[in-house]
């Protein structure tokens, strides 16, 4: 029988691929992110910046390059520039209402360093595995 509820939610985070969510990530942090803060907060231009800068990285690195090393500075890097957004909101006093969204935004670029994480791992047990079978396979 196949999980459901709770079970079957937990097993499409722990599988699923995480590159749509990078895409996703990337689109947030190239456009909304900027336009959010531009409008609501101009005392935060480094962030701005390092937002546009960070998602144009973001989605090169998932769309162009692929390599699970770049993703994987990427997400890292979108890690920090959620956390660099939920604290400037809740430092200037407005994480509440849809402001709040940007705590999922940063849960899902957390998420996406476990997968990444995890893929890596995963990757390395398969070249490890060829390795003793004298299979040949393409480094990343």
């Keep these: 029988m196949e999980n459901r509820g709770l079970k079957r939610a937990l097993d499409i985070f722990r599988y699923s691929d995480s590159e749509p969510n990078e895409v996703f990530t990337a689109v947030l942090h190239t456009f909304i992110l900027p336009m959010a803060l531009w409008t609501e907060m101009l005392t935060a231009p480094v962030l701005i910046i390092g937002s546009v800068l960070c998602g144009l990285f973001q989605g090169w ?21 959620a956390i660099a957004t939920v ?37 390395h047990l398969r070249r490890k595995y060829d390795e003793q079978t004298h299979v040949f396979i393409k480094e990343d």
């Design 87 to 123: 604290l400037n909101y809740w430092l200037e006093g407005m994480l509440s209402g849809s402001n709040v969204g940007w705590l999922l935004v940063m849960m899902f670029a957390f998420w996406n360093i476990i997968r990444i994480e995890k893929q890596k791992t995963i990757e």
């Design 61 to 81: 690195a998932v769309l162009y390059d692929g390599s699970l090393k770049m993703r994987g500075h990427a997400v890292k890097i979108a890690s920090f520039i």
